[in-house]
């Protein structure tokens, strides 16, 4: 079965960086699109950031210039640098793979002083 599993969450300050890891198995990752979305509380969720299986990527303009998104095929793993981080990046971070739109269970971020 698809397993997406989060790590790398944490706290973080105003101006920090964090880097989040989805490992993934059950499935061919380096056929699939991968992606992270945020939900904030009170807050739709959010696409963040996507990779296609081409590595070509797509960012939210909230985030662009600050996140990056890459993959590991060789390790079944997709990333998310994030630098230069806000408070209002604060949100539970989602992994997902496509086609399927499979979710993993999500890693909280938080930003404050």
């Known amino acids: 079965q698809v397993q997406l599993v989060e790590s790398g969450g944490g706290l973080a300050q105003p101006g920090g960086s964090l880097r989040l890891s989805c490992a993934a198995s059950g499935f061919t990752f380096s056929s699939y699109s991968m992606s992270w979305a945020r939900q904030a509380p009170g807050k739709q969720r959010e696409l963040v950031a996507a990779?296609?299986?081409?590595?070509?990527?797509n960012y939210a303009d909230s985030v662009k210039g600050r996140f990056t998104i890459s993959r590991d095929n060789d390790k079944n793993t997709a990333y998310l640098q994030m630098n230069k981080l806000k408070p209002e990046d604060t949100a539970v971070y989602y992994c997902?793979?496509?086609?399927?739109?499979?979710w993993g269970k999500g890693t909280l971020v938080t930003v404050s002083s």
């Open positions: 990779i296609t299986n081409r590595e070509t990527t």
């Open positions: 997902k793979a496509d086609p399927g739109q499979h």
